[in-house]
């Protein structure tokens, strides 16, 4: 069968274009990610000797050195593997759908198999053998892309100011190799349920049949799409109440299989849509209004193969995106309701305020307290690890006057020497409470053993530890500080502003509002997940749009006859062309309807998890993203789709209804 499965790829080049295509890029995609990966393993965790370092004990009594020159590239890897499983994610959705639309297309070549004496395993193993004479040449593909993208990828990386150091392109052979097994193992995964249902295919029933009105919801398609679709609603249930860490990957990948059963369930409940949303053509355009709709409604495996890809997509891009502006919506209202402070400083050179600004804002009789923090990095031993974790040295009863913070546990009064103050997450998290012990080490110093005498609650205000006076580092000095004014003086915080600038000296310090510092804050961050979401999302995207292109091509290159059959029927070829228009636009916005509906399910569920100091959570949505990302998908469809018309139709004739087929 394997001389049989290269000559119906020879044959049926047109049909397997789309999926090779498909799949090379997958490939390259996946390996272009990895190696991105690899280049932030392959940069040494202790870049410089002789940086201070701390040695504590976990429960075990295992002792762990930590040094405070190490690198974090865990911002950068999340990124990166996000990305990755954004790709996979996408990739994996465009393959099987495509192998098995290229199967579909192809009915009537398997029941006439079948009656010149094909078994259903031959007939499995032929399919096989195409689909593996397919991804082979498209993975090697792949790999060639991947070798010449990998590099530029790491360098606009580099570019993004994402990571903390310049990364070097590494070895890209274990990053290709992944890649490529991932590309076979899709086309394999792909085709094995496709080559099943070719396998049962009985000659009378191909031949009585047109070739995508067979039945397509089998057992198995209905049963992974049920139980998907309760994966996804159980996922989605539990968000809520699962706090803001584990929420995330819960509407993630809840939003993800609410998408893949939308999918799998399309033949179902698409065509009746289509039909409905196909009732204005009718009257607007009643020859080729009717055609699409008739089109689409007994067309169910291509409708649902068309609507797939852009489905997949904008739902895909829609969680992540939504999610990540919501997070930092969230973290900026919730920091804007705790502020009581009416003033916010910062050095105006370096990057901390010394301890004379503070002493000289203090001392202004206008300012009532002086809130500033001196963020640190110390080392927490655990039960079985230790690692790094913020801290910070300041008041707890002063930080309280600045902002609103609430005493979960303990009491809040100022930390003495042996005592900890620690954030409300850090203490569900790890397990600690007013009265635990906390093991903890500056760099440079001896471990320390002090006492929890309060967990509070305070929003990202607080952070995870917060330590006694005396626990001060020579390196830590805060790095801003919020100025809360006396009754007489709250009413004229921005004149109070410039006058404290002067007085302290513009070139020592800037103190603003806290509404104007807040709006310049946002927008660095708007900026920061911007570069994040462009790179989660913009080669996954740019992917998808082929694969809505192949998608069309695989279908409009079995649909010679009936063009041909129209024409000869007297449709004019300006209806055919519209009829091919009204079926791109009708299936594409049902596409973003039903992406637009699954985000905004996930995005509900996620946004009950999230907490706001005296309010909720506002949803925050890309919508210029979006925008352009369906407006991509619809333009990349009704080009291909007219082209593809247009082509049929020079080809259009007798001897077309005559085919080979």
């Not at 193992?185 to 031949?207: D, I, K, N, Q, Y």
């Amino acid at each position: 069968m394997w001389r049989i499965s290269l000559a119906s790829v020879r044959h049926y080049w047109a049909l397997f274009a789309g999926t090779f295509v498909a799949l090379a890029l997958g490939v390259a995609l996946i390996g272009t990610s990895a190696s991105a990966l690899a280049a932030t393993w392959a940069v040494p965790a202790s870049p410089r000797a002789g940086n201070p370092s701390v040695t504590l004990e976990d429960g075990t009594g295992a002792a762990h050195t930590l040094s405070s020159g190490d690198l974090d590239l865990g911002g950068v890897q999340s990124v990166l593997a996000m990305a990755g499983v954004v790709s996979a994610f996408v990739t994996v959705f465009v393959i099987t759908g495509t192998c098995a639309f290229g199967i579909a297309l192809r009915r009537r070549d398997m029941g006439l198999l079948r009656m010149v004496g094909a078994g259903g395993p031959q007939v499995r193993r032929m399919v096989l053998g195409e689909s593996l004479a397919v991804a082979v040449p498209a993975a090697l593909a792949g790999c060639a892309v991947a070798v010449v993208a990998a590099p530029v990828a790491v360098e606009a990386l580099n570019g993004t100011g994402l990571s903390p150091v310049d990364l070097r392109p590494g070895p890209l052979l274990w990053p290709l190799v992944f890649a490529a097994a991932c590309g076979l193992f899709m086309a394999v995964l792909g085709t094995l349920a496709a080559s099943r249902r070719a396998a049962r295919v009985r000659p009378t029933e191909a031949l009585r049949e047109a070739d995508l009105d067979a039945r397509t919801m089998t057992a198995g398609r209905g049963v992974t799409g049920v139980l998907t679709l309760v994966t996804g609603a159980v996922m989605l249930a539990l968000a809520p109440g699962a706090g803001a860490e584990a929420a995330t990957p819960l509407a993630l990948f809840g939003t993800m299989s609410l998408a893949v059963a939308a999918t799998l369930l399309g033949p179902v409940y698409l065509p009746p849509l289509l039909r409905l949303m196909a009732l204005p053509l009718r009257w607007a355009d009643p020859v080729a209004g009717r055609l699409a709709a008739e089109s689409v409604r007994t067309s169910r495996r291509r409708t649902a193969s068309l609507v797939g890809p852009v489905l997949a997509i904008l739902a895909v891009v829609g969680a992540f995106t939504t999610v990540l502006s919501t997070t930092g919506a969230a973290t900026e209202a919730d920091d804007r309701a705790r502020t009581v402070a009416q003033l916010v400083v910062e050095p105006s050179r370096g990057d901390s305020l010394s301890a004379d600004d503070v002493r000289a804002l203090r001392a202004d009789p206008r300012v009532a307290v002086v809130s500033a923090p001196a963020e640190l990095e110390v080392a927490v031993a655990g039960p079985d690890s230790v690692w790094k974790e913020q801290a910070a040295v300041a008041d707890p009863a002063t930080l309280a006057r600045t902002h609103r913070i609430s005493v979960v546990d303990g009491s809040l009064a100022p930390l003495r020497p042996g005592t900890v103050a620690v954030s409300r997450e850090f203490a569900d998290w790890y397990g600690y409470h007013a009265g635990s012990t906390v093991t903890y080490g500056l760099f440079g110093g001896r471990p320390v053993k002090a006492r929890v005498a309060a967990v509070l609650e305070g929003g990202s205000v607080v952070p995870p530890l917060l330590l006694p006076d005396g626990a001060r580092s020579a390196a830590a000095a805060p790095a801003r500080a919020a100025v809360l004014l006396d009754e007489k003086s709250a009413g004229s915080a921005r004149a109070v502003a410039a006058d404290l600038t002067a007085r302290v000296g513009a070139d020592r310090i800037e103190v603003v509002p806290s509404a104007r510092w807040f709006g310049e804050a946002a927008t660095d961050q708007d900026r920061l997940n911007r570069l994040v979401l462009g790179v989660l999302t913009v080669p996954a995207s740019l992917y998808a749009l082929i694969a809505v292109a192949g998608t069309l091509v695989m279908s409009y290159s079995r649909r010679g006859a009936e063009i041909a059959g129209m024409r000869m029927l007297g449709v004019s070829a300006g209806q055919v062309r519209r009829m091919a228009l009204w079926e791109t636009l009708s299936t594409s916005a049902l596409g973003v309807v039903i992406a637009a509906g699954v985000v905004a399910v996930g995005a509900q569920a996620y946004r009950g998890a999230l907490t706001v100091f005296g309010g909720e959570a506002p949803l925050e949505v890309e919508w210029g993203m979006l925008s352009a990302l369906t407006a991509a998908c619809v333009l990349a469809g009704v080009g291909v789709s007219l082209a593809a018309t247009g082509r049929l139709l020079r080809q259009a004739g007798v001897t077309l209804v005559a085919s080979r087929r």
